[in-house]
T-cell receptor, first 109, second 114 residues
């Protein structure tokens, strides 16, 4: 299967700070999605981004498929951004979805 | 409202007592999947289904069964639960197999096996 590594594993930010989360994957992919798991456990779609750059408010994401990584940017962080951020990929030849182990983000007031 | 509904949300059971966790989606999605989430291990796929009557094993299928008799439902069956199956379980669905776009998760089922 595809190995998906996320960094950093843990991140603590002061409210208002910016951060960059990284997702590296070990093989070619044609699907990539970023998710946020809030402190109540709910998993929410953030970006479907197999390539290129997208922005949604304070969040943006960039995937460079040829170099096998994706970045999630959080600007002006808020306490509601706390939780775990996962990236997930699908390989070019498979039906399985592979998740990284996540980045746990804590934003303190 | 488009959603994936899992039941129950919480379940405590004893070793060996068969149980079923239900999953239903109202989006006419083809692809459905089950995951378990354990601390430090992220989300691991148990089984997935590409359509009715088409299921396949994920990374951690041992001790679990699934069925897909209708498009909307994808129950997870533990025939003889053991304590190492204590975990947080998620069902998810997407419009098309092999496609993460619009991937929607249920609210999760926290299972404890004693």
């Amino acid at each position: 299967g595809i190995q998906v590594e996320q960094s950093p594993p843990d991140l603590i930010l002061q409210e208002g700070a910016n951060s960059t989360l990284r997702c590296n994957f070990s093989d070619s992919v044609n699907n990539l999605q970023w998710f946020h798991q809030n402190p109540w456990g709910q998993l929410i779609n953030l970006f479907y981004i197999p390539s290129g750059t997208k922005q949604n408010g304070r969040l943006s994401a960039t995937t460079v498929a040829t170099e096998r990584y994706s970045l999630l940017y959080i600007s002006s962080s808020q306490t509601t951004d706390s939780g775990v951020y996962f990236c997930a990929v699908v390989g070019n030849t498979g039906n399985q979805f592979y998740f990284g182990t996540g980045t746990s983000l804590t934003v303190i007031p | 409202e488009a959603q994936v509904t899992q039941n129950p949300r919480y379940l405590i059971t004893v070793t060996g007592k068969k149980l079923t966790v239900t999953c239903s989606q109202n989006m006419n999605h083809e692809y459905m999947s089950w995951y378990r989430q354990d601390p430090g291990l992220g989300l691991r796929q148990i089984y997935y289904s590409m359509n009715v009557e088409v299921t396949d094993k994920g990374d951690v299928p041992e001790g679990y069964k699934v069925s897909r008799k209708e498009k909307r439902n994808f129950p997870l069956i533990l025939e003889s639960p053991s304590p190492n199956q204590t975990s947080l379980y998620f069902c998810a669905s997407s419009f098309l197999w092999g496609h993460l776009y619009g991937y929607t998760f249920g609210s999760g089922t926290r299972l404890t096996v004693v």
